[in-house]
């Protein structure tokens, strides 16, 4: 399957994601006929390397000989600007100019931190992703969102620098661990309650296929995941508006993960913050009670997490919200669901009432 992101803006710009089973093969040719006369630098996650390398060149993957491979030892802990200047030092020293395209293979980390370097590097170099675990596959490649983390907090730096083209092979999610499929899976649920309702009903009545990860079920969530970002992509984006329903569970999301010094992951994070979005919406009257329970059942079913975790008191993480970037005028922006694909943002919650949320899910 193939979709075209349409970014409006002179000159317009757009950006072809690609996906598929076994579409790599060809990757290394096409790229060369594309960026004709131009180097290529490969920055790995370096454990993603290590795993699909053999296999890759088993599948006849023969990369040109001008290209580069640079290993990147990809963690959170890594996302940092030193790393971003070690990089870039490399980059230099071997060669790479104005017409050197990079090409990032692995997680949301890796694809966050190339990006990053794609769009300074020598003012701005294009960039292609490869995207290999599931929440990169199914949030984190597309939209052109960038960054590195400052010790005060995540993702404190970063730009806009959409991708060339990104290329998902869902054969990469053979290898990932169970963990980190769950963690992606939050962003999958996600994306069903933000906007696809059918994707919704796919997930509640094909949860064994998507957790044994047949290709099919796979395939069918990547696909509609990415479609529905792109969509919301297009109309915004610079998050000035639309794309804000994309941080559905985020708000109470990133507080929980900043008051647990990030020791709660993000995934599990989000999901937390789609139960806390679910019950303002419920205490408002704006979704039912058999919705927050089918969300619940649904985080339930992949390990996900709907109350909060023992030792995070509902006042500290008001506190945080509070130092939320995404906020605007001092103004906590919230996306509440009001039925499975279908959300609302609203500025206009009270911190009462999502104290009395978080109060309620650190009980129950
Ligand atoms: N730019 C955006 O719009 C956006 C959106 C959401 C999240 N993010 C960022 O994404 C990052 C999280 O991404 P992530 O969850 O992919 O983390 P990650 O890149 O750290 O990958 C998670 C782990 O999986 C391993 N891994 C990757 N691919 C594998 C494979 N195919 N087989 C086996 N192991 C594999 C990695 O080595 C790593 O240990 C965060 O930094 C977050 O801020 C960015």
């Known amino acids: 399957m193939e979709l075209t992101l349409e970014l409006p803006g002179s000159p317009p710009r757009s950006s072809r994601v690609r996906i598929g089973e076994d579409i790599l093969e060809n990757l290394p040719e096409s790229l060369s006929s594309r960026w004709e006369g131009s180097r290529i630098f490969w920055i790995w996650d370096r454990a993603v390397h290590a795993l699909w390398h053999p296999r890759l060149r088993e599948m006849g993957w023969r990369p040109s000989s001008e290209d580069e491979w640079i290993l990147f030892p990809a963690s959170e802990s890594n996302k940092r600007l030193s790393q971003l200047e070690e990089l870039a030092r490399r980059l230099v020293r071997a060669g790479a100019d104005r017409r050197s395209v990079l090409v990032a293979v692995g997680g949301g980390v890796t694809g966050d931190v190339v990006g990053f370097l794609a769009s300074v590097y020598m003012r701005g170099i294009p960039h292609c992703q ?143 913050g789609m139960a806390a979005a679910a019950r303002i919406s419920l205490n408002r009257g704006e979704l039912s009670m058999k919705n927050l329970q089918r969300l619940e059942s649904l985080c339930r079913f992949w390990g996900l997490p709907t109350t909060l975790p023992g030792g995070s008191p509902p006042d500290e993480i008001l506190a945080a919200l509070s130092a939320d970037k995404k906020r605007f005028l001092g103004v906590n922006h919230f996306v509440l669901p009001r039925a499975m694909g279908e959300v609302t943002v609203r500025s206009d919650i009270a911190l009462e009432e999502v104290r009395d949320v978080l109060r309620a899910m650190s009980s129950s």
């Open 130 to 272: 490869v995207p290999t675990t599931l929440l990169a596959q199914v949030d984190s490649s597309i939209g052109g969102k960038t960054g590195v983390d400052l010790p005060e907090g995540k993702n404190l730096l970063g730009t806009f620098h959409q991708a060339h083209s990104i290329w998902m092979d869902i054969r990469f999610l053979e290898t990932l661990p169970p963990e980190e499929f769950r963690q992606g899976m939050a962003e999958v649920i996600k994306t069903a309650m933000i906007g696809d309702p059918s994707l919704w009903e796919y997930l509640e009545s094909h949860s064994e296929d998507v957790r044994s990860r047949r290709s099919e079920s796979l395939l069918r969530v990547v696909s509609s995941c990415c479609r529905l970002k792109a969509r919301v992509v297009e109309a915004d984006e610079r998050e000035s508006g639309y794309r804000m329903v994309l941080n559905l569970g985020h708000t109470v999301g990133h507080a929980l993960e900043k008051t647990t010094g990030y020791a709660f992951r993000h995934g599990d994070a989000v999901a937390v």
